[in-house]
């Protein structure tokens, strides 16, 4: 007991000084709007209050304070809120001595308040609190005089009789008033500046006292406080979904290689990405937990990153996908390179693949180099990889002679909508869980859209060797178009141009590390790996080996070929090519003329 006589005045005394020493300030940024005292002028059954002046040491009737000996104006003679053209007076902040002298009695109610709004609560919980601090029934009214918190008793039928003077208390008109409504003593009370303001109104069996009074209209306070500052971070958080989803449409602007549709979509306030003429991919692997703070302690004011972008991405939920100009410091390396460097090194469970530096035009193409690297660096001590693999299948076949098998090929969709072309770009490389999250539909919609390219194709898309011939075509062919051949040229086999001399020369290249790796039976694991159609369990089964071992093969052939085999898959297509040219099964997935068709 004697401890707490001493704790109570000490957090009375603090918080006393507090105020007073923020006292210019609170009033200056309007966290409290005070009033003058004003007497109370009975008009029927309710009282209302009105501008007025009371003398030192007087209550706002004119009649002196009764225990206070510093002659103060009482608490109940002040609103911490006014109607449009009331006077501000400084005399609020002399009755804040009078309510901390009655808070002091338990300063572990005190505490429990504090609390309450710092944590923070619900309303219920802070109407709950002023229940049973001065045994009244609750209701904080908000926009539209909807009940947006009451404790458990209180009686939402009076509301109807207070309609009228709850809408004045909202517009502004009323400040305060107090009234009875049958034998209830109703006390209503409206806080803020702004139009709608929120009401709090407790009821109870008699008239508030001055002091319970003042309690309630700096629970009321808070309560605004607290509902401004949520309104605040909500607005905050809205702010920042369409930045994110604003980061997220430039860069698919650009992974389509159309930089002036990403320009126009800045409105004015472009990013000095897209000024660059080369870029490099930076794809950071992290918990989804951590791609919103890193995002916020990057940001600058404009809403980008300086000389690059950090966007989230939407198929993998670990991957924060980050174009860095690439001569935007001559010097050395970007800024924004160094920052995720240095998160590699203070985050054990972070990873990073860089590409190489590419054109803007070409951001696609770096982002798939830095998928592929990011894969070695799961796999690496120093988790950071840069693109150091070979060039892909499509980019060394003869030109003219594989546009033409691509186009002939990929025919049949000229009739089927852009969009199902579009998303079987995407299903053929990635995982269909993935385009859907990606594309923002369900999953049952890709299938349905995958289901009618196979029908005009005559694949199986099911079947890995299928996926990557026609993810071969589409790659041939562009993303703009799949219906513009080259007339004059009859279209070969694609097993002619998986017998030409640059195909034979990078599958041999492409497959010479998994030969000379250890252990020794690397090269029949992976084999096995695609001959099962990438089922693990079936893979196991055929070498006999465990399914650990068959992953633990996969990831070190990651690491060798520089592709992406296990998280998205993007690196499957060019390790089926590579085997089928140096002698592994051919593309038997396929129909018999799919090889060939006639323009």
Not at 62 to 79: E, I, K, Q, S, Y
Not at 300 to 313: E, F, K, N
Not at 438 to 458: F, K, M, N, W, Y
Request: a positive charge.
């Amino acid at each position: 007991m004697a401890k707490e006589s001493v704790i109570a005045p000490t957090i009375a005394s603090l918080v006393s000084r507090t105020l007073y020493f923020c006292q210019p300030l609170t009033e200056a940024v309007g966290l409290v709007q005070p009033f003058e005292d004003r007497p109370l002028h009975h008009h029927g059954d309710v009282v209302r209050k009105t501008r007025g002046r009371a003398g030192p040491g007087q209550a706002a009737d004119g009649t002196p304070c009764a225990g206070d000996p510093g002659h103060l104006p009482c608490a109940a003679g002040v609103r911490p809120t006014h109607p449009q053209g009331a006077t501000r007076s400084r005399a609020t902040f002399a009755s804040l001595p009078a309510f901390l002298f009655t808070m002091q009695k338990n300063s572990e109610s005190l505490g429990e308040l504090l609390r309450l709004i710092r944590r923070p609560s619900p309303p219920r919980e802070v109407l709950a609190w002023l229940e049973h601090r001065i045994d009244v029934d609750a209701a904080w009214v908000g926009r539209g005089l909807a009940v947006q918190a009451a404790t458990a008793r209180f009686p939402a039928e009076i509301l109807g009789a207070l309609r009228e003077q709850l809408e004045r208390l909202a517009d502004g008109r009323l400040a305060a008033a107090t009234l009875r409504v049958g034998t209830r003593a109703v006390h209503i009370e409206a806080f803020g500046l702004r139009a709608q303001r929120p009401v709090l109104v407790t009821v109870g069996a008699s008239a508030l006292s001055r002091e319970s009074a003042a309690l309630a209209s700096y629970v009321g306070t808070l309560l605004e406080l607290q509902g401004r500052a949520s309104a605040a971070d909500s607005s905050l958080r809205d702010y920042e979904d369409k930045a994110r989803q604003l980061r997220f449409a430039v860069l698919t602007a650009l992974m389509t290689g159309d930089i002036t549709l990403a320009r126009r979509m800045t409105t004015g306030d472009v990013p000095p990405l897209l000024d660059a003429e080369r870029v490099r991919v930076y794809l950071l692997s992290c918990p989804d937990a951590d791609r919103d703070r890193l995002v916020r302690a990057h940001l600058d004011s404009s809403g980008y990153h300086g000389s690059g972008l950090m966007v989230h991405c939407p198929a993998f939920k670990d991957h924060l996908i980050c174009p860095i100009a690439e001569d935007a410091e001559p010097d050395g390396r970007p800024e924004q390179a160094e920052v995720l460097r240095r998160l590699i090194g203070d985050n054990s469970g972070y990873a990073l693949g860089i590409s190489r530096a590419h054109p803007l035009t070409l951001t696609a193409t770096a982002y798939g180099e830095a998928l592929h690297a990011l894969a070695v660096a799961r796999n690496s001590p120093r988790r950071m990889a840069a693109y150091r693999g070979r060039p892909s299948l499509a980019h060394l076949l003869p030109r003219q002679e594989a546009l033409a098998w691509a186009t002939a090929f990929l025919a049949p969709l000229h009739d089927l909508p852009k969009t199902t072309v579009d998303v079987t770009r995407l299903a053929v490389t990635f995982p269909r869980s993935a385009v859907a999250r990606l594309l923002h539909i369900s999953r049952t919609t890709v299938a349905a859209h995958c289901r009618r390219a196979e029908d005009a194709l005559g694949v199986d898309l099911s079947d890995v060797r299928a996926r990557a011939t026609v993810d071969l075509a589409l790659s041939l062919t562009g993303p703009q178009s799949v219906a513009t051949g080259l007339p004059h040229l009859v279209p070969p086999h694609l097993e002619d141009l998986l017998r030409t001399g640059p195909a034979v020369d990078w599958a041999e290249s492409f497959l010479r590390p998994l030969h000379a790796a250890r252990p020794s039976t690397l090269h029949i694991t992976v084999s096995a790996w695609i001959d099962a159609d990438t089922d693990a369990r079936r893979t196991a089964a055929r070498v006999g080996l465990s399914r650990n071992t068959v992953r633990a093969h996969l990831r070190a052939a990651e690491s060798l070929l520089n592709r992406d085999l296990l998280t998205t898959g993007s690196g499957i297509h060019d390790l089926v090519h590579a085997l089928s040219v140096t002698g592994g099964r051919p593309h038997t997935a396929l129909r018999a003329d799919a090889f060939w068709r006639s323009p």
